[in-house]
Nanobody, 119 residues
Framework: QVQLVESGGGLVQAGGSLRLSCAASGRILSINVMGWYRQAPGKQRELVARITRGGTLNYADSVKGRFTISRDNAKNTVYLQMNSLRPEDTAVYYC?????????????WGQGTQVTVSS
């Protein structure tokens, strides 16, 4: 069974930094896209950043220049370095991955990690 386990959330003051990690485990053959989404109270879940296996990047306009996504294919892990955090970045952050496991391609989600930025 494939699992995504996130870590690194917490409380930080505006202007501070946090680094999120998400490790995939299980009978994984290959991981295509890995990414981070977030959901603030009362709002829809939105894409923050994603990275393909080949390294193609996509960022939400609101985080460009402040957040950096990266991945370690050998460790099946994706990271999100978040700098210059703002109160509006407060949300639950979810890891997402498109994984080929047991010869099937499926979409997987982590359990979410809370990021709170105080003003």
């Amino acid at each position: 069974q494939v699992q995504l386990v996130e870590s690194g959330g917490g409380l930080v003051q505006a202007g501070g930094s946090l680094r999120l990690s998400c490790a995939a485990s299980g009978r994984i053959l290959s991981i295509n896209v890995m990414g981070w989404y977030r959901q603030a109270p009362g709002k829809q879940r939105e894409l923050v950043a994603r990275i393909t296996r080949g390294g193609t990047l996509n960022y939400a306009d609101s985080v460009k220049g402040r957040f950096t996504i990266s991945r370690d294919n050998a460790k099946n892990t994706v990271y999100l370095q978040m700098n210059s955090l703002r109160p509006e970045d407060t949300a639950v952050y979810y890891c997402n991955a498109v994984i080929i496991a047991d010869w099937r391609t499926s979409d997987y989600w982590g359990q979410g990690t809370q990021v709170t930025v105080s003003s």
